[in-house]
């Protein structure tokens, strides 16, 4: 489980980083739906870690990143 934890958290950490990386350079706009995907699930892999480590602070930042992501998609998803 331990292995898994640590590895959702990078995964989460690549998730962000390429979703930052990817609208810096206009491969995808702030609206896709990938964006806020790669956002969301890299946001909740940071706050199963976070929370894991006792890193409460990037844990609820990251529940926030991931409820804004949740949001945008619920949005992207209804036009």
């Known amino acids: 489980m331990k292995l898994f934890i640590e590895l959702f ?3 989460g950490t ?3 980083v390429l979703a930052y990386f990817l609208v810096s350079f206009s491969i995808l ?3 896709a739906f990938w964006y806020q995907f790669l956002n969301g699930t890299g946001a909740l892999g940071i706050v199963v870690l976070s929370f894991y480590k006792k890193a409460y602070q ?3 930042l990251n529940i926030i990143w991931a409820i804004i992501a949740l949001a945008a998609l619920f949005q992207i998803i209804g036009q």
């Open 29 to 31: 706009e702030p609206t």
């Open 14 to 16: 690549a998730a962000i």
């Open 9 to 11: 958290g990078w995964y």
């Open 58 to 60: 990037p844990g609820v």
